[in-house]
Nanobody, 123 residues
Framework: VRLEERGGGSVQAGGSLRLSCTASGFTFSEFCMAWFRQGPGNTREGVAGIEPDGTTVYNDAVKGRFTISRDNDKSGLYLQMTSLSPDDTAVYYC??????????????????WGQGTQVTVSS
């Protein structure tokens, strides 16, 4: 399993960024996927998850601002982030969760992780 994130960077508050993740080493269309993040001094938290059928779930902190999507033909996972605030500053990780549905946003060591990409939002 290999997950490679792209698209992080620095942006001012109120701005937008789009993260991408390319997956390989498994049949992408058969698995639920998710984005996690870890901010300075914080534990890692689930941000958004998406099932193979496209059903999505969001952390309340990002609901209405972030959109997770997937392209099974390209083995691609995406996170469109809008109305960013300094509280969104974190390393963002693409993940193949060990569990789906109600547990898709659980931070588990048994999840598969990308290397992470830094998102910095300045006020």
């Amino acid at each position: 399993v290999r997950l490679e994130e792209r698209g992080g960077g620095s942006v001012q508050a109120g701005g937008s960024l789009r993260l991408s993740c390319t997956a390989s080493g498994f049949t992408f269309s058969e698995f639920c996927m998710a984005w996690f993040r870890q901010g300075p001094g914080n534990t890692r938290e689930g941000v958004a998850g998406i099932e193979p059928d496209g059903t999505t779930v969001y952390n309340d902190a990002v609901k209405g601002r972030f959109t997770i999507s997937r392209d099974n033909d390209k083995s691609g996972l995406y996170l469109q982030m809008t109305s960013l605030s300094p509280d969104d500053t974190a390393v963002y990780y693409c993940a193949r969760p060990n569990y789906c549905r109600a547990r898709i946003l659980e931070d588990l060591r048994t999840n598969h992780w990308g290397q992470g990409t830094q998102v910095t939002v300045s006020s």
